[in-house]
């Protein structure tokens, strides 16, 4: 969640940097082509020349997870890693994340990575629609796995591994408003132009808030929400940081964002009554991120060590804190408030795999067509 620095609270402007994924797999995605490998110091360093080291890993994932070596979890997990296991973790962060595999294979190239982090149920879904052949391989043995929390499970086929997950929800300044209970309520005239969200089409959170509304009410109604959004001057930005920027900055008080916002916010001393939570008609969106094996990796067991060693209690707590989301297992290591701050909704809701195939890119393209037109 390159896409999370932004004014925060008090006034003050301040640089920082909100890792957590951005939504339905939690990563904003960009329309532009992929970059090439980014093997950046800035994801920590390796435990010596490449000559020095048994293998080579490199892992897909979405920028945020990377881009700030302080506060993101890519550089503690590669120093962490590389010093057990004596490898070298390389992070491939291409502009169009999951896009730049499946346009890849498409084109009959190498993909030139051994795994992908970051996955979520709409993203299979698009491998599936796009790919005759597989992208990804099965899970096959990987320590920790029964110890993933039950329900978070999202591939009926068996080839992703949930490492975390987050709730859409709404985050809104409670010195400027109170944000209301439910759908419905953002349509009254006392919210008009209140709300800033993200566009479907490039934003994983955008999306999940939007399938959040196709679940209220149903695939035959959410285009006449999203007309009465519009006439109530709702605001839809690009990415997740264009959205909670203008949020920060005070364009608005209330934005399309996750129930563990307070997490963040204490982490940088935020006034907490600006980061109030929301969960509309008492739901939240759930989106489970997950791990899986590209086919004819190189190195697939040192894949499968690795995603074992993500799914350690110690690891899923620090991966939790610095991705601001929470952790996939049952038995992560989570300071004492964390509980206290990352709030889950009253009823989880969600589309499964089956739901989505078939669905998903026609439910945005329509609202494209309507949004464009309104």
Not at 95 to 118: C, F, P, Q, T, W
Not at 273 to 278: A, K, N, T, V, W
Not at 304 to 319: A, D, H, K, V, Y
């Amino acid at each position: 969640m390159n896409r999370r620095s932004f004014l925060t609270a008090a006034g003050v402007t301040v640089s920082v940097s909100f890792a957590g994924c951005a939504g339905l797999g939690g990563s904003d995605e960009s329309s532009t082509e992929a970059s090439s490998t980014d093997e950046s110091t800035a994801t920590g360093t390796s435990t010596g020349d490449a000559g020095d080291v048994e293998e080579t890993l490199v892992v897909g994932t979405y920028s945020a997870f990377v881009d700030s070596p302080s506060t993101s979890p890519g550089a503690w997990v590669k120093q962490r890693f590389e010093e057990e296991f004596d490898a070298r973790l390389i992070w491939q962060t291409p502009s169009n994340e999951v896009n730049h595999y499946i346009e890849r294979r498409n084109a009959g190239v190498d993909i030139e990575a051994d795994m992908y982090l970051g996955l979520n149920t709409d993203h299979l879904v698009r491998v599936d629609e796009n790919l005759d052949d597989g992208l990804f391989a099965g899970v096959g043995d990987v320590a920790g796995q029964d110890d993933i929390k039950p329900g978070l499970q999202f591939d009926p086929d068996g080839r992703a591994i949930p490492y975390d997950t987050g709730y859409i929800s709404l985050v809104f300044d409670g010195t400027e408003t109170t944000a209301p209970e439910t759908f419905d309520g953002l349509l009254a005239e006392e919210h008009a132009g209140d709300l800033i969200t993200q566009n479907p089409s490039s934003s994983a959170t955008g999306r999940a808030f939007l399938l959040h509304t196709v679940k209220q009410f149903g695939p035959d109604g959410y285009l006449d929400y999203w007309s009465d959004l519009q006439e109530n001057d709702v605001r839809v930005l690009g990415s997740w940081s264009d959205a909670y920027s203008a949020w920060s900055g005070g364009e608005a008080p209330m934005v399309v964002s996750y129930s563990t916002d307070q997490v963040f916010a204490d982490q940088n001393d935020a006034n907490m009554e600006e980061h109030q939570i929301r969960f509309l008609n008492d739901q939240g969106y759930a989106n489970p991120e997950g791990m899986a094996v590209f086919e004819g990796a190189d190195t697939p067991d040192l894949a499968r060590e690795f995603m074992g060693f993500l799914l350690r209690p110690e690891i899923q707590g620090e991966i939790a804190v610095r991705n601001v989301q929470f952790p996939a297992t049952e038995s992560a290591d989570l300071p004492e408030d964390y509980a206290e701050l990352a709030q889950e909704p009253p009823e989880p809701v969600t589309f499964g795999y089956d739901e989505l195939k078939g669905s998903v890119s026609g439910w945005i393209s329509d609202w494209e067509r309507q949004f464009a037109s309104n």
